[in-house]
């Protein structure tokens, strides 16, 4: 009886040992498309009527970037939106109706990590 257990045993690991030296093919990661690397970054108008407020950003066609509203003092967007430039100057409006009545920072990220920032109130 003792013997049939050292063989089993054996069998075991052996089959241990086979499966964990098989090869496994993994799938290649997909990389993320960030667009092209920017060169222009920057808020060139910033129009408010009410509770919207009109950006028109300068941007380089084809990259990609973030714009973030964080009230002033925090960290934590209340507002994030991405997209994609496809002219040099882009036109977003905003709705802050939503928003408390306090300062605000409106922050223009790109994929380079370069951020514009620029400050908003909301009465």
């Known amino acids: 009886m003792k013997e049939l257990r050292v063989l089993l045993t054996v069998y075991i690991l052996m089959i241990v040992l086979l499966f964990a030296c098989t090869k496994v093919d993994l799938p290649t990661p997909q990389g993320i498309d960030l ?13 408010k009527v009410d509770n919207i407020i ?7 066609v084809g990259s990609k970037y ?11 967007a209340v507002l994030k939106q991405g997209f994609t430039a496809d002219a040099i100057i882009v036109t977003r409006a905003y709705d802050l109706s939503s928003l408390k009545k306090m300062d605000y920072d409106l922050v223009l990220t790109d994929i ?6 620029y400050p908003i109130t909301k009465n």
Do not use: A, C
């Open 35 to 47: 667009g092209r690397e920017s060169t222009s970054t920057s808020i060139k108008n910033v129009s």
């Open 54 to 60: 009109t950006v028109d950003y300068q941007v380089t």
């Open 66 to 76: 973030s714009v973030q509203i964080i009230p002033f003092g925090s960290e934590e």
């Open 112 to 117: 380079k990590g370069t951020e514009i920032k």
